[in-house]
């Protein structure tokens, strides 16, 4: 999960440069191939912790995945599992979703405003506004669908660890389904937009 939410970021991070600073832009493949690495590398060590934590437990002949954060503190478990909790939700969900609201936003403001370049008559400036605002709405769609899928598995994860609030197994199955629908919906919104994406910068 970590690595899809991180890759949404670089590919913001990408068009922001494009599109903001197309005279900077730095990006080649060398650099591509260092940021999915750099994506991968802190993927795996904000999970690392898991590894610890997670253990197989069975009963009455049921096998079960079970937590246990005295593995790592022992003398504070549940303030262990607080702690890694709030630093996933503000690493994973907060710092990215701002980053990609502040450049998106950058990005909507810049085709929404920017003038047209060259002498093109009135039937052509209306087209060309026609396919940046379709860009604008791809891009806010992809921050609308984001919240959509990843907002409810924050929630739930906060009451599970923070409250007395009993979860069902439906909640929690509806809320990682979400979360992997992201993953699935994105690439329908750059198939459906590629084409005016590209027109319309």
Not at 153 to 170: C, K, P
Not at 176 to 193: D, I
Request: aromatic letters at 14%.
């Amino acid at each position: 999960m970590a690595s899809s939410v991180l890759t949404m970021t670089a590919i913001a991070f990408d068009r922001y440069i494009a599109i903001i600073k197309p005279m900077r832009n730095i990006m080649n493949m060398c650099i591509l191939k260092c940021i999915i690495v750099i994506i991968w590398v802190l993927s795996l060590v904000f999970m690392i912790p898991l590894f610890f934590v997670y253990d197989m437990s069975t009963a009455s002949g049921t096998v079960y995945c079970v937590e246990d954060w005295s593995t790592l503190m022992p003398a504070a478990p549940q303030l262990a599992c607080k702690i890694y909790i709030i630093a996933l939700f503000v690493i994973i969900y907060i710092v990215p979703f701002t980053a990609m609201a502040v450049m998106y936003s950058s990005i909507s403001y810049e085709l929404w405003y920017r003038e047209i370049p060259g002498n093109v008559n009135i039937e052509n400036k209306l087209y060309v506004r026609h396919k940046r605002r379709k860009v604008v709405l791809m891009l806010v769609l992809v921050l609308v669908v984001f919240i959509i899928c990843w907002l409810p598995l924050q929630l739930v994860t906060f009451l599970l660890y923070f409250s007395s609030v009993q979860v069902s197994g439906a909640a929690v199955f509806t809320v990682e389904f979400l979360v992997r629908a992201n993953g699935a919906l994105n690439p329908v919104l750059y198939v459906v937009f590629s084409d005016t994406f590209q027109e319309g910068l």
